[in-house]
C-alpha cells in the first residue's frame, strides 16, 4: 500500500515539473515584445521574436533535464521540434545541428572507450592501479582523478573521459557494491567528469575552447597568447582544483567504506590470471595512440590543423570495426540517449547563438557591471560564462561575452588577459547540467546519481571554483606576473 502511494506521489511530481517546463515556454514566448539590451557604447541589442522563442526553447529544456521527467535524450529531440513548430529556426537547420561534428566527435570517444572495455585494456589498467594506490578509498579515488586530470593534458577531455569510464566501473565492481548507487560511486563517477573539465583547462589540448578563445582574444586585442604562456598561468589552477575537488567530494560523498580489505592482493591476483598483453590490445592500442597522437599534433603542425579532430577521432571508429575489434553488436550496445544528448545541446546552443538571444543576455549582463569596481567586474564575467557554459557550448559562452567585455575593460582599467584567463577558467567547469560537457553526460551513463543529484552537488562545487577563479585573480596570477590591471 506505502509503495502504491509512493509511486503515485512520483507521478505526481513528475507531472508538476513537465507542466512548469510548458508553463516557462510559454511565459516567455507569448510575452509582449522584451527591451532592447544596451552596452556601454550605447549600441542597441534587440531581441527579436526568434530570439525570446530561444529562450523559451531554452527553458522548457532545462526544466525537463535538472528533473528527468522524461529520457534526458528525448528532450534534447523537445528542442529540435519545438525549434520547427514554433518557426524559431528552420526544421533543416535546427536538426542539422543534431549531426554537429562535435556529436559524432563524442560518439568517436564512446567507441574508444567501448573498445577498452572489450579487449580487457580497462581491467588490466584498473588492477595495476589499484595494486599500487593499495586498498584505501580516499587514495583510490585521488589516483583515478590524478589520472583522468594528467591525461586532459595531452588527449580532449571528452576522448579522456570514455577512456576513464570503463576503468572507473571496474574499480567499482570491486567495491562489493553490485553496482547499486552509493557516496563512493557518486564520488568516483561525478568526480571524474568534474576534474576532467579542471584538468582539461591547463593546455590546449584538452579542449577547443583554448584554441578557439585564444584566436578570437588576438583578433580583438590584437595581443598573442601562445600554448605555453596558457599552460603557465593555468596549471596551478587546474590542478588546484583537482584537489580540492578530491577534497570536496571527500567531504560531501564520503565512502561509506574507508578501505576495501583485500583489493591489493584480489587486484594483484585478477591481474596475474589476466595473463600476458593480447594481440588485440596491443592493436587497440596502436590505433587509439596514433589518433590521439595526430589530433595532439594538430596544435603544433600547421599542415594538419585544417584537417578536422572529429574525422580524426572516426578512422578509429572505422579501423576498430575493420579489423574485427568491435562488431554489430557493439554498435548497437553505443549508448544513443547520451548521443542525442549532446546533439539537442549543440541545437539549443546554436539556436540561442544565431538568434542573437545569447548576445542579448550578455550585454544586459555586463552592463549591470561598468561601473563597478575592476575586481567584480572581471568575476561578473567569469560568472556569466560558468553559467552559460552549463548551457550552450562553452565556446559560444566565451565569444558572446568576451567582446562585450572588452569593450568595457579599458574604462575600469582591467587588463584583457586577465578577462580571458577568467573566463576560460570558468567555460572548462561546467557543474550544474549534464549538457555542459560531454564528461558530465558519459558519468551519468554510470546511474551512481540523477540529474537532480548532479544539479544539487554542482551548486557548492561551482561555489568553490569562483572562490578559485578569485584567489586566482587577486593573489595568483599577479605573483606570476599576468596583468590584472592597466599598467598593472
Not at 65 to 88: H, M, N, R, Y
Request: net charge positive; glycine share 8%; with cysteine.
Amino acid at each position: 500500500m506505502h509503495a502504491q502511494m509512493s509511486k503515485k506521489r512520483v507521478n505526481w511530481m513528475r507531472l508538476v515539473f513537465m507542466l512548469t517546463g510548458v508553463a516557462l515556454f510559454c511565459l516567455v514566448y507569448f510575452s509582449p515584445p522584451w527591451a532592447d539590451a544596451v552596452d556601454p557604447m550605447g549600441k542597441h541589442f534587440p531581441l527579436s521574436r526568434e530570439g525570446k522563442g530561444a529562450l523559451a526553447v531554452f527553458l522548457w529544456a532545462g526544466t525537463w533535464w535538472v528533473f528527468e521527467v522524461v529520457p534526458i535524450g528525448v528532450t534534447s529531440l523537445l528542442i529540435g521540434v519545438l525549434q520547427a513548430l514554433f518557426l524559431i529556426r528552420p526544421a533543416k537547420v535546427a536538426f542539422k545541428d543534431f549531426m554537429d561534428p562535435s556529436v559524432l566527435f563524442i560518439f568517436g570517444s564512446i567507441v574508444i572507450g567501448m573498445v577498452f572495455t572489450k579487449t580487457g585494456l580497462t581491467r588490466r589498467l584498473a588492477y595495476k592501479m589499484l595494486a599500487v594506490v593499495g586498498e584505501k578509498t580516499s587514495h583510490i579515488m585521488l589516483g583515478c582523478f590524478v589520472v583522468t586530470a594528467a591525461l586532459t593534458h595531452i588527449m580532449a577531455h571528452t576522448a579522456v573521459a570514455a577512456t576513464i569510464y570503463p576503468l572507473l566501473l571496474s574499480i567499482y565492481a570491486l567495491y562489493g557494491a553490485d553496482e547499486k548507487p552509493t557516496k563512493f560511486g557518486k564520488a568516483l563517477f561525478m568526480g571524474m567528469a568534474y576534474v576532467a573539465g579542471a584538468g582539461s583547462i591547463v593546455t590546449l589540448l584538452g579542449a577547443a575552447r583554448g584554441a578557439v578563445a585564444i584566436g578570437f582574444f588576438n583578433e580583438i586585442v590584437d595581443k598573442n597568447v601562445g600554448f605555453f604562456e596558457l599552460s603557465y598561468y593555468m596549471f596551478p589552477i587546474g590542478w588546484l582544483m583537482t584537489f580540492l575537488l578530491w577534497g570536496f567530494f571527500m567531504i560531501f560523498c564520503k565512502p561509506e567504506k574507508k578501505v576495501i580489505p583485500g583489493l591489493k592482493e584480489r587486484a594483484k591476483q585478477l591481474s596475474a590470471e589476466q595473463g600476458p598483453i593480447t594481440r588485440k590490445e596491443i592493436l587497440a592500442l596502436g590505433i587509439i595512440f596514433s589518433v590521439v597522437g595526430v589530433m595532439s599534433l594538430r596544435s603544433f603542425i600547421p599542415a594538419l590543423e585544417p584537417i578536422d579532430k572529429t574525422a580524426i577521432i572516426l578512422v578509429s571508429t572505422i579501423l576498430f570495426f575493420v579489423v574485427g575489434i568491435l562488431d554489430l553488436e557493439d554498435l548497437e550496445q553505443i549508448s544513443w540517449n547520451i548521443i542525442l544528448l549532446f546533439a539537442g545541446a549543440m541545437s539549443i546552443g546554436f539556436c540561442l547563438w544565431e538568434t542573437e538571444a545569447a548576445r542579448w543576455l550578455a550585454v544586459n549582463w555586463l552592463s549591470m557591471f561598468q561601473k563597478a569596481n575592476w575586481f567584480v567586474f572581471v568575476m561578473s564575467i567569469a560568472f556569466f560564462v560558468m553559467v552559460m557554459t552549463n548551457f550552450i557550448m562553452n565556446v559560444a559562452a566565451i565569444a558572446i561575452s568576451l567582446p562585450v567585455a572588452l569593450v568595457i575593460a579599458p574604462y575600469l582599467g582591467v587588463a584583457p588577459e586577465v578577462i580571458l584567463f577568467a573566463s576560460l577558467v570558468t567555460a572548462g567547469m561546467p557543474f550544474l547540467l549534464l549538457v555542459g560537457a560531454a564528461p558530465n553526460a558519459i558519468a551519468y551513463d554510470s546511474k551512481q546519481f540523477t540529474t537532480g543529484e548532479f544539479f544539487l552537488y554542482g551548486i557548492p562545487a561551482s561555489i568553490l571554483l569562483m572562490v578559485v577563479v578569485g584567489i586566482a585573480v587577486a593573489v595568483i596570477w599577479p605573483i606570476m606576473g599576468m596583468p590584472v590591471t592597466i599598467g598593472g
